[in-house]
């Protein structure tokens, strides 16, 4: 039998308004040896639409129409077919249908274009008003600039205005107003700096050039001589010192990193300043070193820090305690707690006034007890930036009349092995 070349037409089954379609049914003729038994194979015996016919209905479709039950299939760019499987007086029909939506066609077009046009308008409508809300938000980060270019060394006490702390504009603001805070204490500090030390080393320079200026105008005796150049020395002994003081003094300023640091033991550094303070005073002041409890750890009592600079913190601490001192005597007490080395710098003396302990410790501050010995403000500020920079800590208790007690606490290596 030729099983190619049977027809069957089947009108107006898919045919709805504005599409072009083409339709075929497939009848039962006989089963396949290859195909199971209880599906019948199906021959186009007919066919509607022959001349816009948009494809045939081969072995390979139909066999996929009868494993799957339905499918769906495309042919060029606009041809969309299905086929399936049809159930009728208990008898199964192969279906296929294609068609090409002109209106759908259309329309799909019409909303690409209307995309498109959705697309640059959107774009262009985002460009203009990002830029315009763009300008209106870097608004006050302009004004910010500008506040900031307008500030100088000579109007460092002009400040950032803050519209709103609460957001980051105001933030960036208040961040910069803190360090223009900053800033100007440290120009004050600067110009104040400079100013105390100017007065400290003209009046000295004076009295100097007064005196020896002095001396050539008149005759003086070889006595007299004697003492204008004592007195020339003295003085200028205080300048070095004073000299001494400040480089040491920005020696302590350095950054800890810099600064070249060992282990050490305190009771040995404090032995080589007592002798190093009895020497230099010819005799005159008195220093006793005392053990508040029996040495359980060496490394209680040592410490991570730089030789020279804490022999200066003590040595100012000990020279203190004996210049105002009723018996130019100073008692060093050295104890430990658990973590650090506690020192105990004690003299009984005229005693420190209450309302000049909370500002013994800044640069050129010097107390109503200066009547009884001289200074210049630099040793206590010193010793407690020396004692900062080594990570501790020093206070201050006084009685008038009766003495003072300085106390230090430096941490020790046991603190620093933990």
């Excluded at 089954?13 to 599409?19: G, I, K």
């Excluded at 497939?26 to 199906?42: D, G, Q």
């Excluded at 010192?241 to 300023?253: D, H, I, P, Q």
């Excluded at 003590?314 to 018996?327: D, P, R, T, V, W």
Aim: proline share 2%.
């Amino acid at each position: 039998m030729n099983l190619a070349k049977c027809a069957f037409i089947v009108r107006g089954l898919f045919e709805p308004a504005n599409v072009v379609s083409s339709c075929a049914l497939l009848l039962p003729f006989s089963v396949y040896s290859y195909l199971p038994k209880t599906v019948y194979c199906y021959l186009p015996i007919t066919h509607d639409a022959i001349n816009i016919d948009f494809f045939k209905e081969r072995f390979e479709l139909v066999k996929s129409i009868l494993s799957t039950g339905k499918i769906q299939f495309s042919k060029e760019e606009n041809i969309q077919g299905i086929g399936f499987v049809h159930e009728f007086k208990q008898k199964k029909y192969i279906v296929t249908a294609a068609a090409n939506d002109i209106v759908g066609n259309l329309s799909l077009l019409h909303l690409k274009n209307a995309l498109i046009l959705a697309f640059i308008s959107g774009a262009a409508c985002a460009t203009v008003f990002g830029y315009f809300f763009s300008k209106r938000a870097m608004k006050p980060v302009s004004f910010v600039l500008k506040k900031v270019e307008e500030i100088n060394v000579k109007n460092l006490n002009v400040r950032v205005p803050i519209f709103n702390k609460h957001d980051e504009i105001g933030e960036l603001a208040s961040t910069f107003n803190s360090m223009l805070d900053r800033l100007e204490n440290s120009f004050n500090a600067q110009s104040q700096f400079v100013s105390d030390i100017s007065h400290e080393i003209r009046s000295p320079l004076a009295v100097m050039i007064a005196e020896l200026e002095l001396s050539l105008i008149k005759d003086l005796s070889v006595a007299d001589y004697q003492k204008v150049i004592h007195s020339t020395l003295v003085d200028a002994k205080k300048l070095g010192k004073f000299y001494s003081g400040l480089l040491n003094l920005s020696r302590a300023s350095y950054d800890r990193s810099f600064v070249a640091m060992r282990n050490l033991r305190v009771d040995e550094l404090l032995v080589e300043v007592q002798e190093m303070v009895i020497s230099s005073n010819k005799g005159n002041y008195n220093v006793s070193l005392l053990f508040e409890r029996e040495i359980e750890n060496d490394d209680s009592i040592s410490v991570f820090g730089n030789e020279y600079l804490l022999k200066i913190a003590f040595a100012n601490l000990i020279e203190n305690g004996c210049k105002f001192s009723f018996n130019r005597e100073c008692l060093v007490t050295i104890s430990w707690s658990q973590n650090f080395c506690v020192l105990y710098f004690s003299d009984r003396g005229v005693g420190i006034a209450d309302e000049d302990i909370d500002h013994i410790f800044k640069l050129f501050y010097r107390g109503k007890n200066n009547q009884y010995a001289g200074g210049n403000g630099i040793g206590l500020a010193l010793t407690h930036k020396i004692i900062l920079q080594h990570e501790g800590n020093i206070t201050v208790s006084s009685k008038k009349n009766s003495g003072t007690k300085f106390t230090v606490q430096l941490p020790n290596l046991v603190f620093k092995a933990s």
